[in-house]
């Protein structure tokens, strides 16, 4: 059974970091490309940034430079280092595997709340 586990949010102020982890398993994790999404209220989920199993990244231009995301595959872990946040970036953010063919059960999420 194909389980994802993020975890690492919390409420920060603005301008300050969090790093956020997602545990994947269940399934070949090292072979999928993996995504970190976030939902906030009232808004669809988004992708904000993605990691090959090579580890080449992608990121959504309202995060780049803030944002970093890096993968553990010993671990089965993925990663999202989130630096200068802002008060926009509050949601819930979850992980998954990519393309969306290939997404699993969305995990419970981890909330990430920036005051300003």
């Known amino acids: 059974q194909v389980q994802l586990v993020e975890s690492g949010g919390g409420l920060v102020q603005a301008g300050g970091s969090l790093r956020l982890s997602c545990v994947a398993s269940?399934?070949?994790?090292?072979?999928?490309?993996m995504g970190w999404h976030r939902q906030a209220p009232g808004k669809q989920r988004e992708l904000v940034a993605a990691?090959?199993?090579?580890?080449?990244?992608n990121y959504a231009d309202s995060v780049k430079g803030r944002f970093t995301i890096s993968r553990d595959n010993a671990k089965n872990t993925v990663y999202l280092q989130i630096n200068s946040l802002k008060p926009e970036d509050t949601a819930v953010y979850y992980c998954n595997a990519l393309p969306s063919r290939l997404q699993y059960s969305w995990g419970q999420g981890t909330q990430v709340t920036v005051s300003s």
């Open positions: 990691i090959a199993s090579g580890g080449s990244t």
């Open positions: 269940g399934y070949r994790f090292s072979i999928n490309r």
